[in-house]
């Protein structure tokens, strides 16, 4: 599955920008996103499962970012609001086959990566 995100860009603290993330074969793998700093680790920041109906978020953008995919048209988001400055990150998006709940931000869960997208919030 070659995964490619698109979206990424430089805004203002408190605006909102939406990522977007098309690949093939959607409804077969769990989707996540996840975001890495410059010098921090990679993490996991939005997932959701195969048929869509639960996705789960970390503390961090609970409330502002939100996932979704359309499996029909194999492409996969993350909108986010209110971003702010901390949120300034390469932004990825995964795939994997099957992904165990309680590793929902388990890098090692994933088998596809997108080349990533850059959002800096100043």
């Known amino acids: 599955v070659q995964l490619v995100e698109s979206g990424g860009g430089s805004v203002e603290a408190g605006e909102s920008l939406g990522l977007s993330c098309v690949g093939s074969?959607?409804?077969?793998?769990?989707m996540a996103w996840f975001r890495q700093a410059p010098g921090k680790e990679r993490e996991g920041v939005a997932a959701i499962n195969t048929s869509n109906t639960y996705s789960y978020y970390a503390d961090s953008v609970k409330g502002r970012f939100t996932i979704s995919q359309d499996n029909a048209k194999n492409e996969g988001y993350l909108q986010m609001i209110n971003l702010k400055p901390e949120d300034t990150a390469m932004y990825y998006c995964a795939a994997g086959p099957s992904v165990r709940p309680w590793r929902w931000f388990y890098a090692a869960e994933y088998n596809y990566w997108g080349q990533g997208t850059q959002v800096t919030v100043s």
């Open positions: 074969d959607f409804s077969r793998y769990y």
